[in-house]
């Protein structure tokens, strides 16, 4: 009478101990996952930790990626196994995949050039909320060199734009380049944002104006 009892028994102890083997290897992953993100983001001095972690940091970093199987080929069978299992279960990314990190973003500013040599600084102009949003886009696409034969028109329609509400103007030069936030260094040292010109464009609007 006992055999009968006795084997559901056994096969429900095997598999808790196969529920809590598969349970502690989940989270370990998760683990060593979330570990890999966070020592990634302080070797590259992205927080405010001191710099003489950075060295240590990387290490770290180098040694959650190898319990992930992430130094081994990518041919081999158990990075292979492992990484479909994190993107299966949706844990590959940590919390730095959601951490509110600033991005960079571009910038076209307008030089406008006056008869009496006064010059002044403006920006496209957008007349709301919904027109900034398109224009940060098509800032964006810009930046693309797919987009290259189409930059002189696009930006000499915006210069155009401002020109008519500046009609004492006789020159634009149209400056475009990628805005980068600080680093956290250089944000203790009080420097701000930094400009990285990509292209120029003059234009004569006098000339153009006779055209």
């Not at 990626?65 to 069978?77: H, I, K, R």
């Amino acid at each position: 009478m006992d055999g009968p009892a006795v084997r559901p028994t056994i096969y429900a102890m095997i598999s808790k101990r196969i529920y809590a083997a598969w349970s502690g290897i989940h989270f370990f992953l998760i683990t060593a996952v979330c570990f890999a993100g966070l020592f990634s983001l302080v070797a590259e001095g992205a927080t405010i930790l001191p710099s003489a972690l950075d060295t240590s940091a990387r290490k770290a970093e180098l040694l959650a990626a190898w319990l992930l199987g992430q130094q081994a080929s990518a041919s081999n069978p158990v990075r292979r196994s492992i990484a479909t299992y994190l993107h299966a279960a949706g844990i590959q990314s940590g919390y730095t995949f959601f951490a509110p990190n600033i991005p960079g973003y571009h910038r076209l500013t307008l030089e406008l050039y006056y008869q009496d040599g006064r010059v002044e600084y403006e920006s496209p102009h957008v007349s709301s909320k919904a027109a900034a949003l398109r224009m940060d886009s098509l800032l964006d696409r810009l930046a693309d060199n797919r987009y290259e034969p189409l930059r002189e028109v696009v930006v000499k329609m915006l210069a155009l734009s401002v020109w008519r509400q500046h009609p004492d103007v006789k020159k634009i030069t149209a400056t475009f380049g990628s805005v980068s936030p600080p680093s956290i260094s250089d944000f203790e040292d009080g420097k701000g944002e930094s400009f990285q010109p990509v292209f120029s464009y003059d234009f004569s609007l006098r000339e153009e104006e006779k055209e």
